[in-house]
């Protein structure tokens, strides 16, 4: 009997070790220490998209963006200072990273019913998955336990942000370095069936390339002169913006993607092209594509266990 629960002992003791060992998050993280979280984070959520319908993809995109850089880890809220340079500043995020103080006052909020105890990268993959919800697209269940970085760099985030100047095959070497595939990388590409860009970046592939629509350039053309207005912004999904759907896809194979590297998904690539026909014929098959890509980025990297810290200030260290 002895020897039994020995055994018994020194199985629970290994399992828990290992679970301990694992980067692993698990939905129910703050289930005891924060009840509330999900429906505070919904809830900021909601009212933001109220006010701004936008702003959901800025928010989706906030979280991309921290992801391909050293992991999941909230590197990108911090902001400058004049001894430190984040990720803020980064190309791909200057003047165009949004959705920071809509973090900001959910993370106000957060620490009023559970102070120091809710990462700031956890906060972000919820509110990731909450605008895609709140806009119309599929959910998944958010791994919670992330812990925020106390570092940031402005380098990685050039050099791991894709874009949208990229051919196909740096577009998929990009998302293999995150140990994301093809697959993921025409599914992911599907955010942009919500949200903006500007001028400056989609004016190469409305003057210069040859796969895309000719009356579609036309009209872009006329927004988007070959100097100037760099900073007008144009939907990627010229028919539902503020809508997550599969309209983006059904615009690639009418050669009607807004920049460079989303039409390269549909140009003559049979793997993507075949991904791209599917989702744009399918949308159940587009929003389970969508999520299990969601959930394989937002669990890239995690700082976990003692790891980082609990930054009661998003914005900076404690
Ligand atoms: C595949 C490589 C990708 C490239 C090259 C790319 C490039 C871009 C560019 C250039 C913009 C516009 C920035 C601006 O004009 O300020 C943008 C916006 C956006 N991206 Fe991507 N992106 C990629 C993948 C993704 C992924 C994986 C997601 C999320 C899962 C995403 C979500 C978004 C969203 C939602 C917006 C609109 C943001 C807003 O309106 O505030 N993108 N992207
Ligand atoms: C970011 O944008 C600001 C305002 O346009 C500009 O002054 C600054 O030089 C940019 N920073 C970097 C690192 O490019
Ligand atoms: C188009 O390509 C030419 C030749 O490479 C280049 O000089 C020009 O700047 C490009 N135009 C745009 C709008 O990108």
Redesign the pocket.
Known sequence: MASYYFLLFVLVTAFALSEADDNKLCTYFYSDSCPKLLSIVNRGVIKAIRNEARIGASLLRLHFHDCFVNGCDGSILLDDTNSFVGEKTAAPNNNSARGFDVIDDIKANVEKACPSTVSCADILALAARDSVVNLGGPSWEVGLGRRDSITASRADANRYIPGPFLNLDKLKENFAKQGLSEKDLVALSGAHTIGLTRCSLF??HI??DSNIDPSFAKSLQSKCP?TGNDNVYQPFDFQTPTHFDNLYYKHLLAKKGLVHSDQELFNGNPTTDKLVQKYANDNEEFFEAFAEGMVKMSNLNPLTGSKGQIRINCRKNN
């Open positions: 004016r190469p003057y210069n070959r």
